[in-house]
């Protein structure tokens, strides 16, 4: 339609009237809006994800084309295949040594398939949005796979009484499930959904995300410290940060009154629910060094009591006792002896 201006003539063009004038905002696409519940899903258990996307057509779950490409994963040497890792996966979680060891070599696997379920997802996007929902899907999908692999962590460890395995396991299945079918149907409420638990997680995230990376620590040191002295470090062997925050103490740097390792901690007092730092002990005075930041905080044990130190596969674990939780220490294989720590205990504790 074209205006004239009475009198002159003139024709002028009608005025453009905005998408969202009628108080609707544009649709987006579903590929986009699927890609953070799917990859944070594909984080938590990457198998089922891809399994439930392939076979959803198959059994009826879905009945137009998959967003993207992701109706490549429908082929059924592809599912077996995913059945089987799946299977796979949820045997190893049954042991705490397999589990670790399985988490661990998926930190390099979860974000590289966040990535390539983004490729799929996106298939027929402009480049820009793909790259960048790649990037994202990389993202999210390890973010996801270090809290929850975190949480298992610390689950095995804590001594408070927790769900068994197998039906954290379950429930973890049913959880993934329902974000998969939610998004397949309500794409929009699986991201808001989704976001919501990012949201109520965030204060643990950290924590178990820490727990995670020293998990991690831990299973590479294990494999690679066969044949290593297990002893303390003097400062010499210390991270530069550490010695120097006791370089007050004498006033001048520590010397060889000072020896440490690095370890994690949990439930330590004045400390995150999880850190990781070095115990270090000065003139027979246990301390807790971890830095945060820029900056370097130190935290008194003295008022801990030791209770014994437990010789794992891939740690030694040193109990104490009188905070508001019970607390432990971790040691990898590189640090001291069980010998050498049950030897220290009763001085520790003095």
Known sequence: MILTTPGDGVKVPPPVEPACYNGSMPELPIEILALTPLALAAGVDLYLTLLLLGAAPTLGLWDTPLPGALG?????????????????EFAAERFAPTALAWN???????????????????EGQPVLTIVAGCALGGVLASASHAVRSGATVLRW???DEAPSVLLTSLAEDVAVAGIVSLTLDL?????????????VLSPFAPSYGRAFRYAIVLTVRRVFV??????WRGPDEMPAWVAESFA?????????????????????????????????ILHERPFFVV??????????????????????EFFRRVDLRGGEKPAFLLFDRGGPSAEVLRAEFPTMAE
């Open 187 to 199: 794409p929009l409420a699986a991201t808001v959904v989704t976001v919501l638990v990012m949201v």
């Open 104 to 122: 661990a070599f998926h930190a390099v696997i979860r974000p590289v398939s966040g990535a390539l379920l983004a490729l799929l997802l996106l």
């Open 157 to 159: 460890l804590d001594d």
């Open 72 to 88: 490549d994963l429908d082929p059924p040497a592809v599912l077996i295949m995913l059945g089987a890792f799946y299977v796979l």
């Open 248 to 280: 007050d103490e004498s006033g001048h740097p520590t010397g060889a009154a000072l020896r440490g390792s690095a370890v994690g901690a949990r439930h330590l007092p004045g400390a995150p629910r999880f850190a990781v730092g070095w115990l270090v």
């Open 226 to 231: 066969v044949f290593g002295l297990r002893r």
């Open 291 to 312: 830095r945060r930041g820029g900056s370097v905080r130190r935290i008194g044990l003295g008022e801990l009591r030791p209770t014994g130190v437990r010789d794992a």
